[in-house]
């Protein structure tokens, strides 16, 4: 009896500390509700932080502001430990394995003989880019005295014809995959509304996707060179011959992916939408962009992701194959050029393909979190 009556002493102390006069009860601790607020924007931040491929910036956030390290330090272990973990395994299994494999042109290059080269590539690009700035330097000043001797003469600025360099090539394929994704989306998404609102349509759509879908660029190529160069006659164009050819076949082989999503995605929306836009005696354009689009729209950034990486690919065996500007031709020109340096230079190009395939993907997705609900809610 006296230690059941101890024990209810002990629970009536521990109420009466829980819910003095100091501390009302149902009041929280000092500080507890700001607590909750960062934690609150934290989780919010997350989905954020995921989309832009960050999401181990999560666990560290909790950590600072003051939650369980043994419990996020599990979660920075499988977000950020693991991922670098296989890429160190990686980078060793290569560097293992590399030089006992021989070939033409010497012992494959590991990760240090790569890195190397990749250094080299930046500094051949800052010793072009020297060479443009003197060559600009020299025109003015010839200009510049000719003015002075002859205030009417006429002086031109030629623009710079040296070699382009690595990132000249890079910047070249990123202009052309954007132009021919540009093109593929505003032909893509109208035949798909179309398509997904009108059986008829997508009946008449449907045997043309299905047969020049599978189509290589490899046999667009030919086509589209002829064409274009049959067409597309100007003695100041404004784009290249070679830019024009790579981009429309990025867009050949590119606007099925996006065609197809946005047709199921506007074919899925609830009939009843479209019906209450009918009692509304919406017009067919305010229909589409006030209902089809802002429903449809997670379905067609899908495509659009699908097509902007399928165009990345597509862009890199067009340039290989017609010797356009760009880092096809660049890996192209080194297997053709033969050096002790060139296997390593190939070897960062394809790096180099793959982290710009992934950022592109990155860009796209963060651009669906920004304007679509399901995404970022």
């Not at 991922?83 to 030089?99: D, E, M, S, T, V």
């Not at 494999?101 to 010497?106: H, K």
């Not at 990760?111 to 020297?130: F, I, M, S």
């Not at 950034?301 to 399928?310: D, P």
């Amino acid at each position: 009896m006296t230690a059941v009556t101890g024990t209810s002493e002990n629970l009536m102390s521990t109420i009466a500390t829980a819910h003095s006069p100091d501390q009302p009860a149902g009041e929280q601790p000092a500080g507890a509700g700001k607590r909750e607020r960062v934690f609150a924007a934290i989780n919010r931040a997350d989905g954020y932080l995921k989309v832009l491929g960050v999401g181990w910036l999560t666990p560290l956030l909790k950590m600072a502001a003051g939650d369980s390290p043994k419990h996020q330090g599990k979660e920075l272990w499988q977000l950020l430990g693991v991922p670098l973990l296989a890429i160190l395994l990686f980078l060793a299994a290569w560097g293992a394995l590399a030089p006992k494999v021989q070939t033409s042109l010497g012992a494959v290059p590991g990760p240090a003989q790569v890195w190397e080269q990749v250094g080299t590539l930046w500094q051949a690009h800052k010793d072009e880019r020297v060479k443009e700035d003197a060559f600009y330097e020299r025109q003015e000043t010839r200009n510049a005295a000719r003015l002075a001797d002859d205030p009417t003469a006429d002086v031109k600025l030629r623009p710079y014809t040296g070699k382009p360099t690595y990132l000249d090539q890079i910047w070249t394929s990123l202009q052309t995959v954007f132009m021919g994704f540009l093109l593929a989306t505003v032909i893509a998404v109208p035949l798909g509304i179309a398509s997904g609102l009108s059986k008829t349509v997508s009946a008449a759509l449907n045997p043309i996707v299905q047969i020049f879908k599978p189509v290589s660029p490899l046999a667009w190529l030919p086509i589209v060179t002829m064409i274009v160069s049959a067409v597309y006659v100007s003695d100041d164009p404004m784009f290249s011959k070679s830019f024009i050819n790579s981009a429309i076949t990025v867009t050949l082989c590119s606007l099925w992916p996006t065609l197809i999503n946005t047709a199921v995605g506007v074919a899925s929306i609830d009939r009843d939408l479209i019906n209450v836009g009918r009692v509304l005696q919406l017009s067919w354009p305010k229909t589409v962009f006030k209902l089809v689009l802002p429903s449809s729209l997670p379905f067609i950034f899908t495509g659009m992701r699908l097509s902007l990486g399928v165009g990345w690919m597509v862009l890199i065996a067009a340039e290989m194959l017609a010797q356009n500007p760009g880092l096809g031709k660049f890996v192209w020109d080194e297997f053709q050029n033969g050096s002790s340096a060139s296997l390593a230079r190939i070897m960062v190009a394809v790096l180099t393909i793959g982290i710009i395939g992934f950022l592109l993907d990155r860009v796209m997705l963060a651009l669906q979190a920004a304007v679509t609900y399901s995404t970022n809610r």
